[in-house]
């Protein structure tokens, strides 16, 4: 049975991977500004669902899952309020 430091270790790992393979598309949005085929419900979605799991990773808790989700929430924000201040524009 691995150890709960690997166990966190791996946890961790994985939560870099996610929440830098955002840092691309958060690039280009802030770059392009277009946000045209970036569905607002996915993003709302996502959002509200990353939300949840900080919440649940404060409760069990969970280092990890808090924090990889925080940053993982900022980026993600980020795109979702130039979706927002761009469907305000249209």
């Given at each position: 049975m691995p150890s709960t430091l690997s166990?966190?270790?791996l946890g961790a790992?994985?939560?870099?991977m996610?929440?830098?393979s955002f840092v691309p598309q958060v690039v280009k949005t802030?770059?392009?500004q277009q946000t045209?085929?970036?569905?607002?419900?996915m993003w709302v979605l996502f959002c509200c669902?990353?939300?949840?799991?900080?919440v649940y990773g404060v409760l069990v808790?969970?280092?990890p899952v808090v924090a990889a989700n925080i940053p993982?929430?900022?980026l993600a924000g980020l795109i979702l309020a130039v979706k927002i201040r761009n469907l305000r524009r249209e």
């Amino acid at each position: 049975m691995p150890s709960t430091l690997s166990i966190d270790l791996l946890g961790a790992v994985a939560g870099v991977m996610t929440t830098l393979s955002f840092v691309p598309q958060v690039v280009k949005t802030l770059r392009t500004q277009q946000t045209r085929d970036i569905s607002l419900s996915m993003w709302v979605l996502f959002c509200c669902g990353v939300g949840l799991w900080i919440v649940y990773g404060v409760l069990v808790p969970a280092w990890p899952v808090v924090a990889a989700n925080i940053p993982t929430l900022i980026l993600a924000g980020l795109i979702l309020a130039v979706k927002i201040r761009n469907l305000r524009r249209e």
